[in-house]
């Protein structure tokens, strides 16, 4: 073969790949932390569990913490084997087979591009309300969620280093300054006899909404579950991606129970429920504010902006890799299993995603919808349960695949650790279903969206059975 020759198979095979070790642990962990945006999540999701539990809301954290790490146990044991951009999907494939593997990728297609959107629709609102406070400019949600758009959508585009840097730079700013208030709260309620350890014990956790509250934490973490999709980019995927998993459950669990913790501490245990339910988006600020002064309330106020951005940036690169495997796979067109020649960044997965992304930006906008009432509460409902629903299948696929496979894989990873996920994130999907109103709002035609995910589903498997994918291997995304 001529080196002319060589040079196109070498281009061809580099533009059906992503970018091989571009990530070592560290990265990993930073790209993680930041897409589940801890920051974001410390302001938007743990005023809705102080709501449910109370001063028990630290010992919920806790338990959330041990679920996730029980997930992580049979998670892991396919990824090793498995590892790919297709994620959860391939794990599916391999316990339930192909079929039950489209139906898993048509959920996945469902769930990453509206939690996208969803949180733009959180984000412009938080934006929309600095810009007004800060230097009086009313401007529309859908001005500023497609502005953000087309940057956040340049920066996955390009190579997954710039995304890592610029994710951890957002992370490591977000957790200085909760750290800081964490900190300053714990010290002045020490100081006045106010810190107590009640929070972690069984009269405080174990209330009568303990499921609605645990529901709310377990969504705290959401997109822990993408690890796996950033397979093909890792150094060493069998020790990157486990060690990155297990420190990143660690290093979230601690910053959520901590910081949780050091707001029992500064509002009181027999307060913290009634001063979460009157000012559920305001009262951690209040606090910030009479601790360390106005200033850096609203350095918190930029911090949680930020922690946004972080989010879009991590999702974007969920929903694009995913496109990109299933492209590969030929689930997809396949001008999607195609990274850029220069970046070998699933480009088109991104652009997509971005599309997706503005079309319903645009029809909400253009509906007259208000950015957090309709487009977050609508979509966020329906996104967590079809996120949900994906874990419980990936673990009960786990537990399938050992039982037939017979893996050398120690018992607890291969048996006990998938059998306890599906069971507890099988409670998590009841619960969603059952206090779904608190997931998606009140408004009636928000009720049933969830119905998107079991149909889509089911959309998938019977498309599954078609003559045209009997010959799909998901081996060429795994």
Known sequence: MTQHGLSTLDEKQQTRGLRANALGVPALVFTVAATIGMVAAFIGATPLVFIMAGEGAPGVYVIAVVAYAVFAGGYLAMARKFGSASGLVAFIAHGFGRRAGVAAAYITLLTYPLFLTALYGIFTLFVQQALLQYFSLD???VLIAIVSLVIF???????IEMSVRFLGVILIAGVLVVLVFDGAVISNAATSGAVSFDSFGPGAVFGPALGAAMLFALGSFGGMESVAV?????????KTITRSLYIAIIVIGAFYVVSTWAVVAGIGGDRIAEAAAANPGGFIFTLTAETLGGVWSDILNVIVIVSFAGILIGFTNISSRYQFALGRAGLLPPRLGV???RFQSPHLGVVSTGVITLVLVLVFGLAGADPYKHLYTWLIGLATVGSLFLIVLSSAATLVYHVRQRHEENIWNA???PALSTLVFGAAVWLALSNYELLAGDAPAAQWLWLFVPVVGVAGFAIGGMRRFAHISFEEVS
């Open 153 to 159: 959508t340049a920066v996955s585009y390009a190579r």
């Open 415 to 417: 048996y006990i650790a």
């Open 339 to 341: 990274t850029h020649p």
């Open 230 to 238: 950033y397979s093909e980019e890792v150094k060493d995927r069998r």
């Open 139 to 141: 401007v529309n949600w």
